[in-house]
Protein backbone atom coordinates (compact mmCIF):
# COMPACT_ATOMS: atom_id res chain seq x y z
CA UNK A 1 0.00 0.00 0.00
CA UNK A 2 1.88 3.72 -0.76
CA UNK A 3 1.23 6.80 1.06
CA UNK A 4 -1.74 8.42 -0.73
CA UNK A 5 -3.58 4.87 -0.17
CA UNK A 6 -2.72 5.54 3.55
CA UNK A 7 -3.66 8.87 4.04
CA UNK A 8 -6.89 8.25 1.85
CA UNK A 9 -8.07 5.48 4.23
CA UNK A 10 -6.90 7.71 7.76
CA UNK A 11 -8.85 10.38 6.11
CA UNK A 12 -11.99 8.97 5.50
CA UNK A 13 -11.47 7.38 8.92
CA UNK A 14 -11.22 10.65 11.22
CA UNK A 15 -13.99 12.16 9.33
CA UNK A 16 -16.29 9.35 10.77
CA UNK A 17 -15.23 10.51 14.46
CA UNK A 18 -16.93 13.22 15.17
CA UNK A 19 -14.17 14.91 17.49
CA UNK A 20 -11.47 14.75 14.90
CA UNK A 21 -13.80 16.71 12.60
CA UNK A 22 -14.97 19.25 14.92
CA UNK A 23 -10.93 19.48 15.58
CA UNK A 24 -10.09 20.16 12.06
CA UNK A 25 -7.70 17.04 12.12
CA UNK A 26 -5.65 16.33 9.09
CA UNK A 27 -3.42 14.10 7.31
CA UNK A 28 0.21 15.40 6.92
CA UNK A 29 2.21 12.62 6.21
CA UNK A 30 2.09 8.48 6.27
CA UNK A 31 4.78 6.07 6.30
CA UNK A 32 3.81 2.08 7.07
CA UNK A 33 5.23 2.33 10.30
CA UNK A 34 4.22 6.06 11.23
CA UNK A 35 1.58 8.77 10.76
CA UNK A 36 1.43 12.63 11.23
CA UNK A 37 -1.65 14.53 11.70
CA UNK A 38 -2.66 18.56 12.24
CA UNK A 39 -4.80 19.92 14.97
CA UNK A 40 -5.31 23.44 13.51
CA UNK A 41 -5.18 26.52 15.62
CA UNK A 42 -8.86 27.70 16.57
CA UNK A 43 -10.55 29.75 18.77
CA UNK A 44 -12.70 26.65 20.23
CA UNK A 45 -9.48 24.82 21.27
CA UNK A 46 -8.47 27.63 23.74
CA UNK A 47 -7.90 26.56 27.19
CA UNK A 48 -6.97 29.83 28.84
CA UNK A 49 -8.86 32.85 27.17
CA UNK A 50 -6.33 35.17 28.42
CA UNK A 51 -2.95 33.98 27.15
CA UNK A 52 -4.92 31.96 23.98
CA UNK A 53 -3.15 28.62 25.18
CA UNK A 54 -4.37 25.56 23.79
CA UNK A 55 -6.95 23.06 26.04
CA UNK A 56 -4.73 19.67 27.08
CA UNK A 57 -7.60 18.23 25.87
CA UNK A 58 -7.48 18.76 22.58
CA UNK A 59 -3.70 18.01 22.57
CA UNK A 60 -4.60 14.10 24.41
CA UNK A 61 -7.18 13.93 21.64
CA UNK A 62 -5.06 14.83 19.02
CA UNK A 63 -2.53 12.25 20.11
CA UNK A 64 -5.28 9.16 20.60
CA UNK A 65 -6.53 10.14 17.64
CA UNK A 66 -2.96 10.33 15.61
CA UNK A 67 -2.09 6.96 17.63
CA UNK A 68 -5.27 4.92 16.99
CA UNK A 69 -5.46 6.20 13.46
CA UNK A 70 -2.17 4.61 12.77
CA UNK A 71 -3.35 1.54 12.41
CA UNK A 72 -4.70 1.86 9.05
CA UNK A 73 -0.93 3.02 8.42
CA UNK A 74 0.65 -0.64 9.54
CA UNK A 75 -2.23 -3.51 9.09
CA UNK A 76 -2.62 -4.61 5.83
CA UNK A 77 -6.61 -5.47 6.38
CA UNK A 78 -7.91 -2.49 8.67
CA UNK A 79 -9.90 -4.00 11.61
CA UNK A 80 -10.70 -1.35 14.57
CA UNK A 81 -8.29 -0.96 17.51
CA UNK A 82 -9.44 0.37 20.40
CA UNK A 83 -7.41 2.50 23.07
CA UNK A 84 -6.74 0.56 26.25
CA UNK A 85 -4.00 2.71 27.49
CA UNK A 86 -3.06 6.61 26.44
CA UNK A 87 -0.29 7.94 28.82
CA UNK A 88 0.23 11.90 27.60
CA UNK A 89 3.40 13.89 29.64
CA UNK A 90 2.84 17.40 28.97
CA UNK A 91 6.40 18.98 28.23
CA UNK A 92 5.34 22.77 27.86
CA UNK A 93 2.01 24.61 26.48
CA UNK A 94 1.25 24.56 22.64
CA UNK A 95 1.87 28.80 21.73
CA UNK A 96 -1.26 30.23 20.70
CA UNK A 97 -2.01 30.97 16.92
CA UNK A 98 -0.09 27.94 15.86
CA UNK A 99 -1.29 24.22 14.47
CA UNK A 100 -0.06 21.00 16.46
CA UNK A 101 1.37 18.61 14.85
CA UNK A 102 1.09 14.91 16.04
CA UNK A 103 3.63 11.87 14.31
CA UNK A 104 3.00 8.59 15.68
CA UNK A 105 5.28 5.92 15.46
CA UNK A 106 4.57 1.62 16.14
CA UNK A 107 7.00 0.88 19.10
CA UNK A 108 5.55 -3.01 18.93
CA UNK A 109 2.77 -5.01 17.20
CA UNK A 110 1.77 -7.93 18.22
CA UNK A 111 -1.07 -10.77 17.44
CA UNK A 112 -3.24 -8.95 20.11
CA UNK A 113 -1.63 -5.77 21.32
CA UNK A 114 -0.23 -2.51 19.36
CA UNK A 115 2.19 -0.14 21.46
CA UNK A 116 2.93 3.17 20.11
CA UNK A 117 5.03 6.32 20.85
CA UNK A 118 3.65 9.68 19.58
CA UNK A 119 5.19 13.18 19.76
CA UNK A 120 2.75 16.45 19.49
CA UNK A 121 4.81 19.23 18.13
CA UNK A 122 4.93 22.94 16.94
CA UNK A 123 6.77 24.76 14.41
CA UNK A 124 10.77 22.91 14.58
CA UNK A 125 9.98 20.02 16.51
CA UNK A 126 9.59 22.09 19.53
CA UNK A 127 7.80 19.17 21.96
CA UNK A 128 4.34 19.83 23.49
CA UNK A 129 4.27 16.58 24.16
CA UNK A 130 4.93 13.14 24.76
CA UNK A 131 2.55 9.85 24.60
CA UNK A 132 2.70 5.92 24.93
CA UNK A 133 -0.62 4.22 23.56
CA UNK A 134 -1.34 0.10 23.95
CA UNK A 135 -4.36 -0.35 21.29
CA UNK A 136 -6.48 -4.11 21.59
CA UNK A 137 -6.50 -5.45 18.00
CA UNK A 138 -10.26 -6.83 17.48
CA UNK A 139 -9.74 -8.49 14.07
CA UNK A 140 -11.49 -7.34 11.10
CA UNK A 141 -13.96 -10.03 11.53
CA UNK A 142 -15.37 -7.33 14.11
CA UNK A 143 -15.99 -5.10 11.78
CA UNK A 144 -19.19 -4.09 9.38
CA UNK A 145 -17.98 -4.94 5.99
CA UNK A 146 -20.30 -1.64 5.06
CA UNK A 147 -17.79 0.05 7.38
CA UNK A 148 -14.98 -1.32 6.71
CA UNK A 149 -15.50 -0.82 2.63
CA UNK A 150 -16.02 3.20 3.71
CA UNK A 151 -12.66 3.20 5.31
CA UNK A 152 -10.89 1.23 2.71
CA UNK A 153 -12.55 2.98 -0.67
CA UNK A 154 -14.46 -0.42 -1.89
CA UNK A 155 -14.59 -4.55 -1.05
CA UNK A 156 -11.33 -5.84 0.16
Known sequence: MNDRIRADR??????????????????????DRSLTLCLPYSNRIIGNPVTGVIHGGAITTLMDTTSGSLMLCALDVFELCPT?????????????????????????????????????????GETVANAVGTFMRIGPQALPQAYREKITGGPV
Not at 13 to 30: C, H, K
Not at 89 to 104: G, Q, S, T
Open 84 to 124: LDLRVDYMRPAEPHKPVYARAEIHRLTRNIIFTRCEAYQDH
Open 10 to 31: VTRFIQTLNQAVELGLTVTETT
